[in-house]
């Protein structure tokens, strides 16, 4: 299969190809393309679609509401805190 332009993907993908790699480049790209013809081939109907090839799990904890520490204990270790926030250097002008 060589009905692609390895030209037109070069500029695609922004980069410069010396004729011998548009040789070497072009040959590999015709057999990939080859090899999907046969993938397109392969009898599929009894085949679930699926996103992943194996079953995604959560991981994270259940989110269940906790008792959170009070402001005091958060300000307590901060270098520098006013009216009950912490105060933070200015970055922008």
């Known amino acids: 299969m060589s009905d692609f332009n390895i030209h037109y993907i070069a500029k695609l993908a922004r980069i410069a190809l010396s004729p011998d790699e548009e040789q070497r480049l072009g040959a590999q790209l015709g057999h990939i393309l080859g090899y999907i013809e046969k993938l397109k081939s392969a009898d599929v109907t009894h085949v679930e679609p699926t996103a992943h090839a194996f079953p995604l799990v959560n991981v994270t904890r259940p989110d269940v509401v ?18 009950g926030l912490f105060v933070v250097p200015k970055i922008l002008d």
């Open 66 to 83: 906790e008792s959170s520490m009070t402001n005091a204990e958060a300000l307590r270790n901060a270098p520098a805190h006013a009216g």
